[in-house]
């Protein structure tokens, strides 16, 4: 006996909706990703060149962010102590450092999700402030209470470009 199973035309044309949306899914799926330009990953010396700085060979604990709208480059690092004159010497700010009692900072004052972005935990700070043909650099100098014991200073930028 055979058994004949009536479809409705809705049904039909149901079924074959279906497998040809799940082809188009499976399709699209293959091909995702493909020639689809991946973000440049940055690099320290794109942080360098942006922020117009350079990162002592000694330097550990490096993070860094670059920001595209306003053109901006935050960092971090820590270096031996005996390295700081070294390191302010390659700002070309002729040793201008001013001891920071609390007045008005743009590294203090900026507020970041960047958790390693923490400049108020310094004490002894130093602040290196320079302005030159729209851009400007703003340094902080300072220990952390772990790194007094080893002879280490933090060392936190935040350069941008002025319009």
């Avoid at 320079?130 to 300072?142: D, R």
């Amino acid at each position: 006996m055979v058994q004949y199973v009536h479809t409705t035309f809705f049904q039909r044309c149901m079924k074959k909706y279906i497998v040809f949306a799940i082809s188009i899914i499976v399709i699209s799926l293959a091909f995702a990703g493909c020639n689809v330009d991946k973000p440049k990953e940055v690099t320290l010396q794109d942080a360098e060149i942006a922020g117009r700085f350079t990162v002592p060979k000694e330097a550990q604990n490096i993070h860094f962010q670059i920001e595209t709208e306003p053109a901006a480059v935050f960092a971090r690092f820590t270096i031996p102590e005996e390295q700081e004159q070294a390191f302010i010497d390659t700002l070309g700010t002729n040793n201008q450092t001013i001891n920071y009692f609390g007045q008005q900072n743009a590294i203090i004052d900026t507020k970041t999700a960047f958790l390693w972005w923490q400049p108020v935990q310094l004490y002894e700070k130093k602040l290196i402030q320079k302005k030159e043909q729209g851009f400007e650099w703003n340094v902080v100098l300072g220990k952390t209470i772990e790194e007094s014991s080893q002879n280490l200073v933090t060392i936190y930028l935040y350069n941008y470009e002025q319009k």
